[in-house]
């Protein structure tokens, strides 16, 4: 049986406080993708974790591949920063260059704003940040999982996994926030 867990981490701009947090709870990883603004931070990351460590420039970054195509198994993943692909605006130039390359999955950051969701057989994923986050939130990051060729991914809230690990009260949100947090996305 063929597994992967994959932690997506992006725009960190060389603040990794909460990546060393959470590396205490977050296990089994396979391999971590750093979605840009913070590539020198990959060395740290992948010294963290003690697993391989894709990493991809960012539009605040000196050096970096614009993008990058990872296979793990039958999964084809297209990593990349997103500003020259016009994310604040759109989703459509990131998932048709994912589709271009065959890949099954799309990596980005920049908009410090987390998303996941499926669109036309790829999975979509901005794991959001967790140095700088714009969604009124502690941060996030994403988990990708492939088994037997089948892809699922989600956002992970900082706030839930560490204040749960240290016995603090979890920050509660309501829907209306989490809608408005949504909306603003697009």
Sequence with gaps: MEK????VLSDTHGDLTKVRHISKIVENIDMVVHCGD????GIEIK???????????GNCDERG????VV?????????????????????????????ENQCDVAC???THLPACEKV??????????????????GGSYGIIIIKDGDVTGHVVYYDTVIAGADGE????????SQLLNYSDRF
Excluded: C, W
Excluded at 4 to 7: E, G, Q, V
Excluded at 47 to 57: L, M, R
Excluded at 65 to 68: A, F, L, R, V
């Design 4 to 7: 992967y867990k994959i932690l």
């Design 38 to 41: 913070g590539f020198d931070d």
């Design 47 to 57: 010294e963290i974790f003690k697993v391989p460590t894709v990493a991809v420039g």
């Design 65 to 68: 591949d614009n993008y990058q």
């Design 71 to 99: 296979e793990l198994g039958q999964v084809r993943l297209f990593i990349t920063h997103g500003h020259e692909y016009n994310v604040n605006y759109t989703l459509g130039p990131v998932m048709y260059a994912a589709m």
């Design 108 to 110: 980005f950051g920049h």
């Design 120 to 137: 036309e057989d790829v999975l979509i994923l901005n794991p959001g940040s967790l140095s700088r986050p714009k969604d009124g939130t």
């Design 169 to 176: 009260k979890v920050k509660e949100t309501g829907k209306i």
